[in-house]
């Protein structure tokens, strides 16, 4: 590395930011991961993680035996920061940008003439400039460049480089992923690539800042609405008596046709959200994004509804009316398998839904996670899959985990199963 970037600062240590800090410390770069978690920094500094993501442990502990990476509740001064912080949305699909803002803040006091600055935030178009503002707001001793495409010599450097890795492999696409990179300048991008060429493999690809925020929303409102397509075509087979997982493979034989599988819902805490944030900035244009979040966000409710018909049915050919209330078993809780990730989790809703409605009634297999989350604490059991097979009259799959797929010809055999994957 240059040895203007000796050392780095990252803010936010979650599903992004831990990883990144990672890879650099990896590359014998000097980082301070910042946290308000208190814990995840006690977690961090003594080798271990607390998230699940595959080979991170071991970069994490390697890295902090070694001196390279530490966590700290406050930012250190540092040659580059980078703010990984989360960017969720408000009542009404606004976005949120006070993470941003208060990883501002928090930087502000420590920049000095010559460092970097890169959002990598999913955020709405003009949120790198929204941050840039915040920080000439708190150091009108240096001159930052506040719109997108600035000309002129500044004392600052701003970038936004958003991360586009699948959790789960995030170690690998990390490095291997190409990297579109977006300056508030020309000499804006150009510092920012000589900082993430220290170990992306991929290509670095140098835009303004508005067209890199808007590129990684392009990305992800694309899947979005290839996704509800296939949710859509999902309610509508089931209501044509037609096996839709079939229909999806054999109109997927087509050369030109990629149809996305169906699903529960959307999760995660980048398509289930990233489309709000182009409908925000232009709700009457975005028609198709809003109506492809409505179609996602509504498929948690029709499952929910064929949970509810069967519970009627299992009731009405019951002639015993002491009989016990039906045990339902509903599998994963994750946005998507073989992680314990449940931001925005179709399937975490539905549970809690499914909870409320039926108390005592609701067993969870989850394979990725020790504990339920505090919403449901107190509302389900945590059961393991052998348990939920036994004891529950419906089965509901809700994520495809590889423990799931495993053990299908099991699930085959009970009745009242709902499998929202296509497991079966």
């Given at each position: 590395?240059?040895k203007?970037?000796?050392?780095?600062?990252?803010?936010?240590?979650?599903?992004i930011?831990?990883?990144t800090?990672?890879?650099?410390?990896?590359?014998?770069?000097?980082?301070?991961?910042?946290?308000?978690?208190?814990?995840?920094?006690e977690?961090?500094?003594?080798?271990?993680?607390?998230?699940?993501?595959?080979?991170?442990?071991?970069?994490?502990?390697?890295?902090?035996?070694?001196?390279?990476?530490?966590?700290?509740?406050?930012p250190?001064?540092?040659?580059?920061?980078i703010?990984?912080?989360?960017t969720?949305?408000?009542?009404?699909?606004?976005?949120?940008l006070?993470?941003?803002?208060?990883a501002?803040?928090?930087?502000?006091?420590?920049?000095?003439?010559?460092?970097?600055?890169?959002l990598?935030?999913?955020?709405?178009?003009?949120?790198?400039?929204?941050?840039?503002?915040?920080?000439?707001?708190?150091?009108?001793?240096?001159?930052?460049?506040?719109?997108?495409?600035?000309?002129?010599?500044?004392?600052?450097?701003?970038?936004?480089?958003?991360?586009r890795?699948?959790?789960?492999?995030?170690?690998?696409?990390?490095?291997?992923?190409?990297?579109?990179?977006?300056g508030?300048?020309?000499?804006?991008?150009?510092?920012?690539?000589?900082?993430?060429?220290?170990?992306?493999?991929?290509?670095?690809?140098?835009?303004?800042?508005?067209?890199?925020?808007?590129?990684k929303?392009?990305?992800?409102?694309f899947?979005?609405?290839?996704?509800?397509?296939?949710?859509?075509?999902?309610?509508?087979?089931?209501?044509?008596?037609?096996?839709?997982?079939?229909?999806?493979?054999?109109?997927?034989?087509?050369?030109?046709?990629?149809?996305?599988?169906?699903?529960?819902?959307?999760?995660?805490?980048?398509?289930?959200?990233?489309?709000?944030?182009?409908?925000?900035?232009?709700?009457d244009?975005?028609?198709?994004?809003?109506?492809?979040r409505e179609?996602n966000?509504?498929?948690?409710?029709w499952?929910?509804?064929?949970?509810?018909?069967?519970?009627t049915n299992?009731?009405?050919?019951?002639?015993?009316?002491?009989?016990?209330?039906?045990?339902?078993a509903?599998y994963?809780?994750?946005f998507?398998?073989?992680?314990?990730?449940?931001?925005?989790?179709?399937?975490?809703?539905?549970?809690?839904?499914l909870?409320?409605?039926?108390?005592?009634?609701?067993?969870?297999?989850?394979?990725?996670?020790?504990?339920?989350?505090?919403?449901?604490?107190?509302?389900?059991?945590?059961?393991?899959?052998?348990?939920?097979?036994?004891?529950?009259?419906?089965?509901?799959?809700?994520?495809d985990h590889?423990e799931?797929?495993?053990?299908?010809?099991?699930?085959?055999?009970?009745?009242n199963?709902?499998?929202t994957?296509?497991?079966?």
């Open positions: 590395m240059k203007e970037f000796n050392k780095l600062t990252v803010m936010g240590l979650g599903y930011g831990l990883p800090a990672a890879v650099f410390a990896a590359r014998k770069i000097q980082v301070c991961g910042v946290d308000v978690n208190k814990s995840a920094v977690t961090i500094n003594r080798g271990e993680i607390h998230i699940v993501e595959p080979e991170l442990d071991m970069v994490v502990h390697a890295t902090v035996s070694e001196g390279y990476l530490k966590a700290s509740l406050s250190e001064p540092a040659d580059a920061f703010i990984a912080v989360p969720p949305f408000k009542e009404g699909n606004d976005p949120d006070s993470y941003i803002e208060a501002t803040k928090a930087i502000a006091p420590v920049l000095k003439k010559g460092d970097l600055v890169v990598e935030s999913t955020s709405p178009v003009g949120a790198t400039e929204h941050m840039a503002k915040g920080i000439a707001e708190f150091r009108k001793d240096l001159r930052i460049p506040t719109e997108n495409r600035s000309t002129g010599n500044f004392d600052i450097f701003i970038a936004h480089c958003p991360e890795v699948l959790p789960g492999q995030v170690m690998r696409e990390l490095v291997e992923n190409d990297r579109i990179i977006g508030m300048t020309q000499d804006c991008a150009e510092k920012a690539k000589e900082l993430y060429e220290v170990f992306v493999h991929g290509d670095c690809l140098l835009t303004d800042v508005r067209t890199a925020e808007m590129a929303l392009t990305e992800n409102a899947r979005d609405v290839n996704i509800a397509f296939a949710n859509e075509l999902s309610m509508i087979a089931d209501k044509l008596d037609i096996d839709v997982w079939e229909l999806i493979s054999l109109a997927n034989k087509h050369p030109r046709v990629d149809i996305l599988q169906p699903g529960c819902g959307v999760g995660g805490h980048c398509i289930a959200v990233d489309p709000w944030f182009i409908v925000s900035k232009t709700p244009l975005a028609r198709i994004t809003r109506m492809a179609v966000d509504a498929k948690p409710e499952v929910l509804k064929k949970v509810d018909e069967m519970l299992i009731s009405a050919k019951s002639s015993d009316e002491n009989t016990v209330v039906s045990k339902v509903c994963g809780l994750a998507k398998p073989d992680i314990d990730d449940l931001r925005e989790s179709p399937a975490l809703g539905i549970t809690t839904t909870a409320k409605k039926y108390p005592e009634s609701v067993m969870v297999v989850e394979p990725n996670i020790s504990e339920v989350p505090h919403s449901l604490k107190g509302k389900v059991t945590l059961v393991d899959f052998d348990y939920a097979l036994k004891n529950a009259d419906i089965n509901v799959i809700l994520v590889k799931f797929i495993k053990s299908a010809d099991r699930l085959r055999q009970v009745s199963i709902i499998d994957r296509g497991i079966l």
